[in-house]
Nanobody, 121 residues
C-alpha cells in the first residue's frame, strides 16, 4: 500500500553534516505527521524530530540547534538536515509517516527500512 524509503546516510567525521531524505509513495490520500527516529546498537528506537502537516516542528533536546526537519507535502517527502554531527549521533535513522490511505478512514503509521549514519571521532 505505502512504501517509505530513506536515503542520505553515510560515514562522516565529527563536526560534519549530512542530509537525510525520506520519500513515501503508494495509495496516499495525505500524510499527517512525519518524523525521524533513530536506533543505536543495543538501544531502543528514539524520536529525533517530528513535523506536522502544516509545518510545526518538534525536536528532542539532544538535537536541538543542530538538526532541522522539513517536508515537501507535494512530493510526500521529509528531510533531516544534520549539522555538527557527533559520534553519539551514530545510529540507524528511520522515517515514519502517518498516512491517510485513499478510500480508507483513519491514519496509519508506516516505517522505512532505515539508513545508517556513522560519525567517527
Amino acid at each position: 500500500q505505502v512504501r517509505v524509503v530513506e536515503s542520505g546516510g553515510g560515514l562522516v567525521q565529527a563536526g560534519a553534516s549530512l542530509r537525510l531524505s525520506c520519500a513515501a509513495s503508494g495509495s496516499i490520500d495525505r500524510i499527517n505527521d512525519m518524523g525521524w527516529y533513530r536506533q543505536a546498537p543495543e538501544k531502543q528506537r528514539e524520536l529525533v524530530a517530528g513535523i506536522t502537516n502544516d509545518g510545526k516542528t518538534h525536536y528532542e533536546e539532544y538535537v536541538k540547534g543542530r538538526f532541522t526537519i522539513s517536508r515537501d507535502n507535494a512530493k510526500n517527502m521529509v528531510y533531516l538536515q544534520m549539522n555538527s554531527l557527533k559520534p553519539e549521533d551514530t545510529a540507524v535513522y528511520y522515517c515514519n509517516a502517518r498516512v491517510v490511505l485513499l478510500g480508507i478512514p483513519g491514519a496509519y503509521p508506516f516505517w522505512g527500512q532505515g539508513t545508517q549514519v556513522t560519525v567517527s571521532s
